[in-house]
C-alpha cells in the first residue's frame, strides 16, 4: 500500500506560476513601468505559462478555479486590505456619489445588460439551446457579475502617476462597493432561481431582499469590529508590562491574533446568516482602522498593515495568473454571439451608469465632477477576478451534463475579463494623459476656480480638525455619540488609556514611503460651519 500524496505536479505548476508572476510584477513596479499593470502582467504570465504546460503536458490540468476557493480564501483578505486602508476623507467627501455608482449604477448596469442579452435571446443572435430553464434570469445573473468591476491594476497605475484625489477616491470607493453590491444582487437573483417563473414584477422582491442583505451584512461587520476593539482596549495589550509575563509573552502575537479572528468571523458568520460575507469584512476593516488599532502597539499596528498588505497581493496576483492559466489549461464552450455582445454591452451598461448619474449628482455637488473623470471613471470599469468567480455559480443549465453551470456564460466572462484587464488596463496611463489628469491636483482636474477653490477649503476643513462647529443633524449627534459614548468603550483617536497611538509607516498614494498617522479625521469631523462636508 502506497502512501497518499497530496502535492501533485499541478499543484508545484501553480506554486512555480505564483512565484514568476509576483518577480515579474515586481520588476515592472521597480521600472515604473505604466503601459502594463501588474494584474495584467500576471494574466499574461498565466497564458503563457498554460500554453507552455498544454505543449509539454499534453492535457489540461485538474486543478479547476473553484469560486469556493477564493470566496473563502482569497478573497476576504483583498476587501479586508481594502477597508483597512480605506482613505476616509476623500472617501466621506465623495460618499453620496459613491454609493450613487456602486448601488444605483451597478443595479442599472445590471438590468441593462441583462435584459439586452436577453434580447438578443429572443432574436436568435444568442442560441437559446445553450441556456437553462429561466433565460430572463439567467441573462440578469449574467448581467449582475459582469457589472462587478476591478480595477486593480488600474488603481496601481493612479498610485504611480499621482492622479487627482477626486478620481482615486471615486473609483476606488466605487470598485470596493460595486463588487459587494454585484455579489448580493447575484446571490438575490440565484435565490430565485427554481423558484416559480421569474417576471419583470419579481424584480421588486428582489430588490427588497438586496436591501435587506445589504443593511444585515454591514450590521454584522460593525459588531464584529467594536467586539474586536472593546477585547484590546479592555485586555490592555497596548499598555500591558511585559516584566509581569512569561518570558515567551508577545503582545504583538496576540493583538494581531484576535484582529484577524474578528475579521474573519465578520466574513464567516455574514455567510452563515445567509448575507454577504463581503460588506461585512470591509465594515469590519474600517471599525479595525477607527477603533481596534489605536487600542494595539505601534509594533502591532505594522504587523496588521503589512500582513493585510502582503496577503491581499498575493491573493490578487494568484487570481489574475490562475484567470491567465485557464485560457489554455481548460476546455471552453463557444458561443459567439455572447461573446461578440459582451463587450460592447458593457461599455453602454457602463456608459448608462457613470455619465446621467453623474450628471443627477453634479446638480447637488457643490463640486462638480468634471467630465475628464467621468471619462476615466467609465473606462475603469474593468471586469476582474470576482466576475469570473460568478460565472462559476451560475445554477446548472443542463442538469443531464456533468459540467455544472452555464459553460458559454463563463466562457464569454473569461474572454471579457482578460481582455479588460490588458486591453483598458494597460490604456490607462495614455488615457490619463490625454484627458490631462496625470500629475494633476484637484483645482487642475476640475478647472473651474471657483470649484476648485471650494474643493480644497473642504478638504482643508477635513484636517484641521475643528473642534466647534455650528452644525446640525445627524453628523454633530453622532459626534458627541461617538466621543461621549464610543470612544471610552472601544477606544479610537483621545480614546482614554490605551487608546490613541500612531500607526505604522505605510505606502501612500502617489508612490513614496511617508509616515502614516491614524486618520486624523473622525466622524466628529464630517461637518462645516456652512453646513455638511459632503459634496458627493
Known amino acids: 500500500?502506497?502512501?497518499?500524496?497530496?502535492?501533485?505536479?499541478?499543484?508545484?505548476?501553480?506554486?512555480?506560476?505564483?512565484?514568476?508572476?509576483?518577480?515579474?510584477?515586481?520588476?515592472?513596479?521597480?521600472?515604473?513601468?505604466?503601459?502594463?499593470?501588474?494584474?495584467?502582467?500576471?494574466?499574461?504570465?498565466?497564458?503563457?505559462?498554460?500554453?507552455?504546460?498544454?505543449?509539454?503536458?499534453?492535457?489540461?490540468?485538474?486543478?479547476?478555479?473553484?469560486?469556493?476557493?477564493?470566496?473563502?480564501?482569497?478573497?476576504?483578505?483583498?476587501?479586508?486590505?481594502?477597508?483597512?486602508?480605506?482613505?476616509?476623507?476623500?472617501?466621506?467627501?465623495?460618499?453620496?456619489?459613491?454609493?450613487?455608482?456602486?448601488?444605483?449604477?451597478?443595479?442599472?448596469?445590471?438590468?441593462?445588460?441583462?435584459?439586452?442579452?436577453?434580447?438578443?435571446?429572443?432574436?436568435?443572435?444568442?442560441?437559446?439551446?445553450?441556456?437553462?430553464?429561466?433565460?430572463?434570469?439567467?441573462?440578469?445573473?449574467?448581467?449582475?457579475?459582469?457589472?462587478?468591476?476591478?480595477?486593480?491594476?488600474?488603481?496601481?497605475?493612479?498610485?504611480?502617476?499621482?492622479?487627482?484625489?477626486?478620481?482615486?477616491?471615486?473609483?476606488?470607493?466605487?470598485?470596493?462597493?460595486?463588487?459587494?453590491?454585484?455579489?448580493?444582487?447575484?446571490?438575490?437573483?440565484?435565490?430565485?432561481?427554481?423558484?416559480?417563473?421569474?417576471?419583470?414584477?419579481?424584480?421588486?422582491?428582489?430588490?427588497?431582499?438586496?436591501?435587506?442583505?445589504?443593511?444585515?451584512?454591514?450590521?454584522?461587520?460593525?459588531?464584529?469590529?467594536?467586539?474586536?476593539?472593546?477585547?484590546?482596549?479592555?485586555?490592555?495589550?497596548?499598555?500591558f508590562d511585559c516584566d509581569r509575563a512569561s518570558p515567551s509573552f508577545d503582545p504583538t502575537v496576540y493583538s494581531f491574533t484576535i484582529i484577524a479572528l474578528g475579521a474573519y468571523l465578520a466574513y464567516i458568520l455574514a455567510e452563515m446568516c445567509g448575507l454577504s460575507g463581503i460588506f461585512a469584512v470591509f465594515f469590519c476593516g474600517i471599525c479595525h482602522s477607527h477603533y481596534a488599532l489605536y487600542n494595539v502597539s505601534e509594533e502591532a499596528g505594522t504587523t496588521v498593515h503589512k500582513t493585510a498588505e502582503s496577503v491581499a497581493f498575493l491573493s490578487e496576483t494568484f487570481v489574475y495568473a490562475y484567470l491567465g492559466l485557464q485560457v489554455f489549461t481548460f476546455s471552453h464552450q463557444v458561443d459567439y454571439g455572447l461573446i461578440f455582445s459582451a463587450v460592447p454591452l458593457c461599455l453602454l451598461s457602463r456608459a448608462l451608469n457613470i455619465f446621467p448619474i453623474s450628471r443627477i449628482l453634479n446638480m447637488k455637488r457643490r463640486v462638480p465632477i468634471p467630465f475628464n473623470i467621468q471619462v476615466m471613471s467609465f473606462a475603469c470599469g474593468l471586469r476582474g477576478a470576482i466576475a469570473y468567480a460568478l460565472s462559476l455559480n451560475l445554477p446548472n443549465a443542463k442538469p443531464d451534463d456533468d459540467y455544472d453551470g452555464i459553460p458559454v456564460m463563463e466562457t464569454s466572462t473569461l474572454f471579457l475579463v482578460i481582455l479588460s484587464t490588458l486591453l483598458f488596463g494597460g490604456m490607462t496611463g495614455p488615457m490619463l494623459e490625454m484627458l490631462e489628469l496625470k500629475g494633476a491636483t484637484d483645482r487642475e482636474a476640475v478647472g473651474d476656480e471657483q470649484h476648485a477653490a471650494e474643493y480644497e477649503r473642504m478638504e482643508a476643513s477635513f484636517e484641521g480638525r475643528i473642534e466647534r462647529m455650528h452644525s446640525t443633524g445627524f453628523h454633530s449627534r453622532f459626534r458627541d455619540f461617538d466621543r461621549n459614548v464610543m470612544r471610552p468603550v472601544f477606544g479610537g483617536h483621545d480614546g482614554g488609556a490605551g487608546g490613541a497611538g500612531p500607526l505604522p509607516r505605510d505606502v501612500v498614494p502617489g508612490g513614496g514611503d511617508a509616515a502614516y498617522e491614524p486618520p486624523q479625521v473622525m466622524l466628529e469631523d464630517l461637518t462645516l460651519e456652512e453646513g455638511p462636508p459632503e459634496i458627493g
Open 1 to 239: 500500500m502506497t502512501e497518499a500524496s497530496y502535492v501533485t505536479e499541478d499543484l508545484v505548476a501553480i506554486w512555480l506560476l505564483l512565484a514568476f508572476a509576483c518577480c515579474v510584477s515586481y520588476i515592472i513596479q521597480r521600472s515604473h513601468l505604466t503601459i502594463l499593470p501588474p494584474s495584467g502582467a500576471a494574466t499574461l504570465v498565466g497564458i503563457a505559462f498554460g500554453g507552455v504546460l498544454r505543449l509539454t503536458m499534453g492535457q489540461q490540468l485538474s486543478t479547476r478555479f473553484e469560486p469556493y476557493t477564493f470566496f473563502y480564501a482569497l478573497l476576504p483578505p483583498i476587501i479586508y486590505n481594502a477597508g483597512l486602508r480605506l482613505q476616509k476623507k476623500g472617501f466621506f467627501i465623495n460618499f453620496t456619489s459613491i454609493i450613487a455608482f456602486a448601488g444605483l449604477g451597478t443595479i442599472i448596469s445590471t438590468v441593462v445588460f441583462g435584459f439586452l442579452t436577453y434580447a438578443l435571446v429572443k432574436t436568435g443572435f444568442i442560441h437559446r439551446d445553450m441556456l437553462g430553464k429561466q433565460p430572463l434570469l439567467e441573462c440578469l445573473m449574467y448581467g449582475s457579475l459582469v457589472s462587478a468591476i476591478d480595477p486593480v491594476g488600474t488603481l496601481s497605475i493612479f498610485a504611480d502617476l499621482s492622479v487627482p484625489p477626486m478620481l482615486y477616491s471615486l473609483v476606488f470607493g466605487e470598485s470596493v462597493l460595486n463588487d459587494a453590491v454585484a455579489i448580493v444582487l447575484f446571490r438575490t437573483l440565484e435565490s430565485f432561481y427554481y423558484k416559480d417563473r421569474f417576471t419583470s414584477a419579481t424584480l421588486l422582491l428582489v430588490l427588497l431582499k438586496f436591501a435587506w442583505v445589504s443593511l444585515g451584512s454591514i450590521g454584522i461587520g460593525i459588531a464584529s469590529g467594536l467586539l474586536t476593539a472593546f477585547m484590546l482596549k479592555h485586555l490592555g495589550l497596548k499598555t
